[in-house]
């Protein structure tokens, strides 16, 4: 498995390599790709979600308890169940009908306390950021924001070869991204807004 992962992370370093190289041929990201609340529609629970559910009544069924990785989660009374691709009021609704053999007429809530969110939804960070991770997209981030999230370049980064690969509707396209003109030079028309599932590549300073 650790063999694994570092085959994947040297073929994104080669693949963010072969990008970067051509990155000044790319267009820049388009402003007004932006996607509100609205569109989003409701938030639905993602793997490694922290859910706070309340039974009332019944303190001893109450319990905080994360998402698994593989979407599902167990209850106290209610051995396995499927968490992740559904609302909070959905799974409150499917906790009652399992504890329905064994309360009478419960009521539950289920609250989201940390968000991970779908894997479609995150914004990918890989490269040369201080803190490589995928990040639930909230409703007009922009990349300040996903570089915020990360703690900002390594000393190494090539931020100005930076690049934004967004799938749209079957199809992929990349953009350019100057990070170092944004984060260390000021310069806000480097900024852009994202997507969810949008992947950053952050190459290394050629030596």
């Known amino acids: 498995m650790r063999a694994l992962k ?3 992370a040297m073929a ?16 820049a ?14 938030y639905v629970i993602g793997p490694l979600d922290n ?22 989660i167990s209850l106290p009374l209610v051995d396995d169940m ?3 691709g559904k609302t909070a009021s959905a799974l409150a609704r499917d906790i009652e009908r399992a504890l329905e053999t064994y309360v009478q007429d419960p009521l539950v809530t289920v609250m989201i306390r940390e968000f ?24 007009n981030m922009t990349v300040l924001d996903v570089m915020i999230e990360v703690g900002g370049l390594t000393e190494f980064a090539a931020g100005d070869r930076a690049v934004l690969i967004r799938r749209k509707d079957g199809e ?29 590549l952050i190459p290394e300073t050629f030596i």
């Not at 990201?29 to 409701?42: E, Q």
């Not at 894997?119 to 639930?136: N, Q, S, T």
């Open 172 to 200: 992929q396209t990349s953009y350019r991204l100057r990070l170092n003109s944004l984060l260390r030079e000021g310069d806000v028309s480097a900024n852009a807004p994202v997507l969810p599932g949008d992947v950053i």
């Open 29 to 42: 990201p388009p402003s007004d790709a932006t996607l509100d609340a609205a569109d989003a529609g409701p």
């Open 82 to 84: 499927e968490a992740a």
């Open 6 to 8: 570092q085959c994947i």
């Open 116 to 139: 991970g969110g779908p894997l479609d939804r995150r914004i990918r960070v890989v490269g040369e950021a201080r803190k490589p991770v995928a990040i639930p997209y909230r409703a």
């Open 51 to 72: 859910l706070e559910v309340f039974v009332w009544r019944s303190p001893e069924l109450s319990t905080t308890i994360a998402v698994r990785p593989d979407g599902r």
């Open 12 to 27: 994104l370093a080669g693949f963010a390599f072969l990008l970067a190289g051509c990155s000044s041929d790319l267009p």
